[in-house]
């Protein structure tokens, strides 16, 4: 059925919310036109239709397809299926391929919610640690575990560049401090894309998880100033603020980021962040791969599933091991998990607000928010140790991205710790950062090297059959209610994550056009929790 434009405006006041002086960012949704669609020319009419929301129709072509991203000034966003609904009236009545709206999600749990004023909230349940007293006694071992410093005599011996020295590392994120563990590391390009600057300061006033972004930080680049080192500390950093905690990210400021760090010369790009998926998303990595940057997102955290951008094919995920070898508790895990790397007690920098005091501190960190960052420092060896223009020499002649061959031999050369170790859970073993620089540029066989990924969509189907619900639903209809439907499994699975064993929550909430289109039998799947 055909909408009209009173069923988009009544869409758009269920879904959105008037607002005035609260310090939330406004109501956003990002549209897909179809190929023989004018983006400016329906950019033009969308502001016309919409002026009584005065809505802000922008076209972005920072990606091979043009996107429409239409912002609602003076009115925030409402979680939930009335989200959806709105998205979905936007798209049949311009006649759209999709539109998603801009929900900042909460599904990448952390171990604890830092306040402004320096308190914190634990949260205490089954994917979290306790504190290991081997780790204060050896600091270093997640890099002793992924064999960095071997990695960095290598290189020394060899007469290369170590250290990932020369290699430009971009970290969307919370933003950085000026903690003493990240004294001294260069930094380009860094940007706000929250407040707007160019510094990329957290500014430790928002509830959950400030610092975030320093912990991160200094896993990958601390040059030894205090108590850790980072895994690439010869490398340069680009901080990135695109979110303002992890848990609550949008995928539309991720995507910017992405899109930032390409056009600013990253040759790496780590993501200790996850989510929904959005096409928005899947077109900037698409764009990052083609333009030979090396992109990697966290598995995610107490969900069980992998989330996006991790679960993309065109991402490599990274999982989370501990002390022993083991999978880290809280670790998601699936078939699309690339490697694995430390996420249980791995020492991080912190950096607390207190009375507009500032206090800098270390300490054990857990969340394959660490894996995937130590895992980037060791994209940045590699880089530095061959040198960039080399690797994309030697990616060039084989016909594939330098993704693809970075991919394909960091998984090659992982160490499997023990004989149950579960490839299909946790990818191929733990990363070993001194066997993947002495491994030659060349495709190993049996390990997968795309020239280019699977398309969004595919991500959506591969979580319908991991749900073991009904994945023979038409393409159009991925790429329509994709967003969603991993929104219905996701929203299960958080729920769920301390430890209780379904989801009681009454009956799914979901939009009235899903429900209409997918069977029952498939979201009532994807709403239970796997054990």
């Known amino acids: 059925m055909m909408m009209t434009l009173p069923t988009v405006l009544t869409a758009l006041a269920r879904a959105t919310v008037e607002v005035a002086g609260v310090n939330e960012l406004p109501a956003r949704f990002i549209l897909y036109p179809r190929f023989d669609q004018d983006p400016s020319e329906l950019a033009r009419r969308i502001a016309a239709e ?10 972005n072509t920072d990606t091979e397809r043009a996107v429409i991203i239409v912002t609602l000034p003076a009115r925030i966003m409402i979680k939930g299926a009335e989200a959806y609904e709105a998205a979905y009236a936007i798209a049949n009545y311009w006649q759209l391929k999709s539109a998603e709206p801009e929900l900042y999600t909460d599904f990448f749990p952390e171990t604890e919610v830092v306040r402004g004023d320096g308190t914190d909230e634990s949260i205490h349940d089954a994917c979290w640690a306790p504190a290991d007293p081997r780790v204060d006694a050896n600091p270093r071992w997640a890099l002793d575990m992924l064999r960095v410093p071997q990695a960095w005599e290598w290189s020394l011996m060899q007469g290369r560049p170590a250290y990932g020295d020369g290699v430009i590392i971009a970290q969307p994120d919370t933003g950085v401090t000026d903690h003493p563990e990240l004294r001294d590391v260069p930094r380009v390009g860094a940007i706000d894309l929250i407040s707007g600057g160019d510094t990329a300061t957290d500014p430790l006033d928002y509830y959950g998880n400030t610092s975030h972004g320093t912990g991160t930080g200094s896993v990958l680049l601390s040059r030894s100033a205090e108590n850790m080192t980072g895994s690439a500390p010869g490398a340069t950093h680009m901080p990135i603020r695109a979110i303002r905690s992890v848990i609550r990210i949008s995928q539309l400021s991720v995507a910017d980021a992405i899109n930032h760090a390409v056009d600013k010369g990253a040759h790496v790009i780590t993501m200790s962040l996850g989510g929904l998926p959005s096409m928005f998303l899947w077109l900037a990595l698409q764009r990052a791969v083609k333009n030979n940057v090396i992109v990697l997102a966290a598995a995610g955290n107490c969900v069980e599933t992998v989330v996006w951008p991790a679960r993309y094919d065109d991402c490599i995920g ?8 083991q999978r880290w508790r809280g670790s998601c895990r699936g078939g699309t998990v690339a490697v694995a790397a430390p996420a249980e007690n791995v020492i991080k920098a912190l950096t607390l607000l207190n009375g507009g005091t500032k206090s800098y501190h270390t300490e054990q960190g857990q969340g394959t928010s660490f894996a995937v960052a130590l895992t980037a420092g060791v994209a940045a060896l590699w880089l530095a140790h061959h040198g960039r223009d080399v690797v994309v020499s030697a990616a060039a002649a084989q016909h594939i991205p330098v993704q693809a061959l970075f991919k394909n031999l960091l998984r090659a050369t992982a160490r499997k710790p023990n004989t149950d170790w579960d490839e299909s859970a946790m990818g191929s073993g733990i990363v070993d950062a001194e066997a993947l ?16 990924g699977a398309e969004a969509s595919e991500s959506i189907r591969n979580l319908l059959d991991e749900a073991q619900a009904d994945s023979a639903l038409e393409q159009d209809a991925l790429d329509l209610y994709g967003m969603e439907l991993a929104d219905v499994a996701l929203e299960a699975r958080l729920c769920c994550a301390d430890g209780a064993e379904s989801n009681e929550d009454g009956p799914l909430q979901v939009s009235e056009q899903l429900r209409q289109t997918v069977p029952l039998t498939t979201l009532e799947r994807l709403a239970a929790v796997q054990p």
């Open 50 to 59: 919409l002026q009584v929301y005065m809505a802000q129709p922008l076209v």
């Open 318 to 325: 990274v999982a989370g091991v501990n002390f022993d070898e």
């Open 437 to 452: 620089l002495k491994a030659p540029l060349t495709l190993v066989t049996g390990e997968e090297a795309n020239e280019t």
